[in-house]
């Protein structure tokens, strides 16, 4: 009812491994994997300590009236408290915390999904300099500012100048991303932290964003609910002085699934039975790393999608069915040439494994 699907008790989450191996682990920003009252609440699923939003829809929102801080609701200026300067805020709370104890921090910052808002002082540095399309939305403007859509179909607030909005946001996170690394510098805490900074998915249109306009897919094709690169290929910066190599930039593939058994083997810990993700430890300091034979995504907002990376071949299906399309990463990384039917082995191998990729599970039913 809320917009979410709790996780459930069971499940083992980053914060859980490090926790049990002495860690405080705190979360920042936008959660939405449970409400108060289910076993998906941060403080069930590993956190010592939470603040922001629980709820999905609740974080279309850039200014509101309350955020949740371990559960309770707190409130807030509604007019000036922007999201991302209260959870850079509470982020340099948890780095200076007085605490000997290594600290796990799972920073969520909301920008620039997808409602395009910014305080003054950034639009004003960049009102102006772009074209704009207006964007207006009047039945979510008719909401109170502070609340979250009552249906997802309200969308996004208006915004006159969107170009404006997104740089603005842009570039106020990545200044508050400076002040905690400078933070982390100044606690002489920069040679024992790891910082990675990465995105859940390709660029979005909503709200009024135009990631044609700032190259957003950096000229892949296709955007966020898309299974093509644009929409699933993110990059991801590291910072760990003394043991990233600095200014260097690899090409290996990993995804979301390895982060835990690579802070678990940093952290000296177990990996979870059962899990799909494999450490990327190596990779990190620059080393040979192992790959995965395979990685998989499916995706089920427009049906069911499906999706394949073997080595540097890509296949996409887009309707349960349909003949598989079939790209050579390595020469054709924008996928503008389909090559299926000059490859049928390998067409046939993607086959074999898409039979076994998945579990069919009540909450996820393949087709």
């Not at 936008?30 to 939470?50: H, L, V």
């Not at 909401?143 to 996004?156: A, F, Q």
């Not at 296709?222 to 930039?249: C, F, H, N, Q, S």
Request: net charge neutral; aromatic share 10%.
């Amino acid at each position: 009812p809320e917009g979410d699907v709790p996780l459930r008790a069971e499940e083992v989450t980053i914060a859980e491994v490090l926790r049990d191996r002495g860690y405080r682990t705190a979360l920042v920003g936008k959660w939405g994997q449970g409400q108060p009252g289910t076993p998906g609440m941060p403080d069930q699923q590993g956190f010592g300590y939470a603040f922001g939003f629980l709820d999905q829809r609740h974080a279309h929102r850039q200014f509101t009236d309350h955020f949740y801080r371990n559960g309770e609701r707190v409130a807030v200026d509604l007019e000036h408290d922007y999201a991302g300067d209260l959870f850079t805020k509470e982020a340099a709370a948890v780095i200076e915390k007085d605490d000997p104890r290594p600290f796990f921090l799972y920073l969520n910052y909301t920008v620039p999904h997808a409602e395009l808002r910014a305080p003054e002082d950034s639009m004003a540095a960049f009102r102006g300099k772009f074209p704009e399309k207006p964007f207006a939305n009047a039945k979510a403007d008719a909401v109170p500012s502070g609340s979250r859509p009552d249906t997802p179909s309200l969308g996004y607030r208006s915004q006159p100048a969107p170009h404006a909005a997104f740089a603005a946001m842009i570039t106020r996170m990545d200044r508050d991303i400076g002040r905690l690394a400078d933070l982390l510098s100044a606690r002489g805490l920069d040679r024992r932290t790891l910082i990675l900074f990465t995105s859940d998915n390709g660029p979005h249109q909503e709200g009024g964003a135009d990631p044609t306009f700032f190259n957003s897919s950096g000229g892949l094709r296709g955007i966020k609910r898309d299974l093509y690169e644009g929409g699933i290929r993110v990059p991801m910066i590291a910072r760990w002085i003394g043991t990233v190599p600095a200014g260097r930039v690899s090409e290996h593939p990993w995804a979301h699934w390895d982060l835990l058994p690579t802070f678990a083997e940093l952290a000296g810990a177990k990996t979870p039975e059962g899990v799909d993700g494999m450490s990327m430890v190596r990779a990190l300091r620059g080393q040979q790393q192992p790959t995965h034979p395979y990685f998989y995504w499916e995706f089920h907002e427009r049906g069911f999608q499906q999706a394949v990376r073997m080595g540097n071949w890509k296949a996409v299906r887009l309707k349960p069915g349909e003949a598989l399309e079939l790209y050579d990463l390595a020469s054709d990384v924008k996928e503008t040439r389909n090559v299926a039917a000059s490859n049928p082995d390998v067409v046939a191998k993607i086959e074999a494994y898409l039979k076994t990729a998945r579990s069919e599970s009540a909450r996820w039913p393949g087709k």
